[in-house]
């Protein structure tokens, strides 16, 4: 009697510990991710690049419609058929669908692929300063490395400036925010920050003190006059 009593205590635990567990994984699947970034909305300006590809329904390529097309000062792009047709303040799901309206007097069954870039700058303390277009998803860290990175905070010879990762120029909308994107200290909000039509970002160069310069200076010269002296000490031999 014993053993047929433990036997069915164990089978009631194992249910409970199965109902237990079913619980817990439902909450963890409804439950949202810590941390996740949240993808911001963003609208397309004039400068933005939009590239379209169309294909009919009989699967064949459009060629009439493929291509990039930078959205023009009036924020439209031309359309083959169609004319000027403004895109500017949607995103890339509202001119797939656009598009796809507007051919159907021309095409049943075809199918409309978007993708948009939007038109940074950046400028400054980087590998290749210049303009770029970049993913809607892109952060401001992205962009930076799609100018090949900020240069090095210490200097690497000579007299060359580094630049100061801590006070990184961010002007949106006519609006300039100071950002610190140094890797030691950046936080959270910056490094997720997402990027926006138009944005100019400018990393500085970082200004250097006249005793770090002198320091630098008189180091250099006493080395020197260091390897002269140890010359002319080897010549006299």
Request: with cysteine; aromatic share 8%.
């Amino acid at each position: 009697r014993y053993g047929v009593t433990q036997s069915v205590t164990k089978f009631i635990a194992s249910l409970f510990g199965r109902a237990f567990g079913a619980v817990c994984l439902v909450a963890a699947m409804v439950q949202p991710v810590v941390g996740q970034q949240v993808t911001s909305n963003y609208q397309l300006r004039s400068g933005d690049k939009v590239t379209l590809t169309l294909y009919a329904g009989s699967g064949e390529e459009i060629q009439q419609l493929r291509g990039e097309r930078i959205i023009n000062r009036a924020g439209n792009i031309f359309l083959p058929l169609i004319g000027p047709t403004q895109v500017a303040g949607t995103d890339q799901e509202g001119i797939r669908a656009l598009v796809q309206s507007l051919y159907s007097d021309y095409y049943s069954d075809h199918v409309v692929q978007a993708k948009v870039e939007l038109n940074v700058s950046v400028s400054g303390s980087v590998r290749d300063a210049g303009q770029y277009f970049v993913s809607p998803t892109a952060t401001i860290i992205d962009a930076i490395n799609a100018a090949g990175g900020m240069t090095s905070e210490v200097t690497t010879g000579g007299y060359s400036i580094p630049s100061d990762q801590s006070r990184v120029r961010l002007v949106r909308d006519g609006v300039t925010s100071i950002l610190n994107l140094r890797p030691d200290d950046i936080s959270l909000e910056n490094l997720r920050m997402p990027i926006q039509s138009g944005d100019w970002i400018h990393v500085p160069n970082r200004i250097r003190s006249r005793v770090r310069d002198e320091i630098q200076f008189w180091s250099v010269f006493l080395g020197l006059i260091t390897n002269v002296a140890a010359i002319i000490v080897l010549i006299g031999r």
